[in-house]
């Protein structure tokens, strides 16, 4: 029941239903809306809390907090999740922008094994006989990708962009209805970072891969079914 309460109350918050700076209703209206004790409801105010998107004024009321100044990334699901305005275009822009740096930076550190194990995960994309097998098996390649730069963090910049759109990856499958179409994509991409290719060429092919894959994921998110072409 609190889980209930706390993921009504911060889709609301994220979506905009109530605005930064704004109060939340009083505790007894809230309960009584989600029919919750004012118990249960204290402990899914106290998590919100938590998560820097609420401040409780003991004597005032529960305000709105500006969670673009006060949250952090664990906030990115739940953004994606609650169709936050504008976020999932920010996501994909970031993705693209980082991860060609991260392209970069496992073309020119890749051990052997790493660059091998590129090369089977792309072929998984290639061999991929539903969508949806050809998605993660992508996704896994990003993973590997990640953890070929030898930068611990670039892995759980990885993850979090990643976990992000996989909660809704039904709705963005676009760029991979056709698993010989995706892998023809990722191709180029994954054999000049495992050919260690020059700084200029690796960041040039993963810039347009991300770039074109994300139109195609957030094309597919607002049709509601993807389409990739």
């Given at each position: ?123 998984r994309v290639r061999a991929a006989t539903t969508p ?17 730069t030898g930068n611990r963090v670039y892995p759980l ?73």
């Open positions: 029941m609190v889980d209930a309460v706390a993921d009504n109350l911060r889709g609301e918050i994220l979506s905009g239903r109530y605005a930064p700076g704004e109060y939340l209703p009083p505790a007894r209206e809230l309960a009584e809306r989600y029919e919750v004790t004012r118990t249960s409801l204290k402990h899914a105010l106290m998590r919100l809390v938590e998560s820097g998107l609420l401040e409780i004024r003991h004597g005032v009321g529960t305000r709105v907090l500006d969670y673009e100044q006060r949250g952090g990334l664990d906030l990115l699901p739940m953004l994606v999740a609650a169709n936050a305005p504008g976020w999932a275009q920010s996501i994909f822009e970031v993705r693209a922008e980082v991860g060609a740096l991260i392209a970069v930076r496992a073309a020119a550190r890749a051990t052997d094994e790493q660059r091998a194990g590129l090369g089977e995960l792309a072929g949806d097998a050809a998605q993660l098996a992508e996704c896994e390649w990003h993973r590997a990708l990640a953890r070929a910049l990885t993850n979090v962009v990643l976990d992000t759109y996989l909660r809704q990856r039904q709705l963005l499958l676009g760029p991979f209805l056709d698993p010989g179409a995706a892998a023809d994509r990722l191709d180029p991409l994954d054999a000049a970072v495992r050919e260690g290719a020059p700084r200029p060429v690796v960041h040039e092919l993963a810039t347009d891969y991300l770039e074109r894959t994300g139109r195609l994921m957030i094309e597919s998110m607002l049709s509601g079914q993807g389409g990739a072409r």
